[in-house]
């Protein structure tokens, strides 16, 4: 049998020197503790500050955009219905100015078609062509009479008197 045995190999120790007396330890001073920076408090309390700050310009902004969308909202339902409106209005101008419209309301106020037309000459003041008057196909519009007191009574160009004081430039 094999006999199993580990060969250890003799330990080597370092050399011990004479030690020479030009070599001397490094002194050793006693050091103050160092001062603390201070509390840590001020520090905090403006990360806090700047955070808060943050979130209230966060805030304020969002109610403004939200103010603002909400007006933008109104302001485009006001814009469609206007648009709308004015499509209708324009609608009744463009149905109102046919010619058969025009016609009728005419015939409403007691108007009649001209059979033959006659002209003026402006320069000699005779009338060209013959005028006949005009056939009535209904009984002639009456005016409603209307009470004194409602009545409106006719343009004044001037409330003052008519005499001229001229425009005070004329000379004394």
Do not use: W
Request: proline share 8%.
């Amino acid at each position: 049998m094999a006999s199993t045995s580990a060969v250890h190999a003799p330990a080597i120790r370092p050399a011990r020197g004479a030690r020479t007396a030009q070599t001397s330890r490094p002194r050793l001073t006693v050091v103050s503790t160092p001062k603390t920076g201070g509390s840590s408090m001020p520090f905090a309390l403006l990360c806090t500050l700047i955070v808060t700050a943050t979130l209230a310009a966060l805030l304020f902004m969002n109610i403004q955009m939200s103010d603002a969308s909400y007006e933008i909202t109104r302001l485009q339902g006001q814009s469609q219905r206007l648009t709308e409106e004015s499509q209708g209005l324009q609608e009744t101008n463009e149905r109102l100015g046919t010619p058969q419209e025009l016609e009728r309301q005419a015939r409403e106020i007691g108007m009649v078609p001209v059979s033959d037309p006659a002209y003026i000459d402006l320069d000699t003041g005779q009338i060209i062509g013959e005028t006949a008057p005009a056939e009535q196909t209904e009984g002639t519009p009456e005016l409603a009479d209307v009470p004194a007191e409602v009545a409106v009574p006719p343009a004044q160009i001037y409330d003052e008197p008519t005499e001229y004081h001229g425009m005070g430039n004329e000379g004394a």
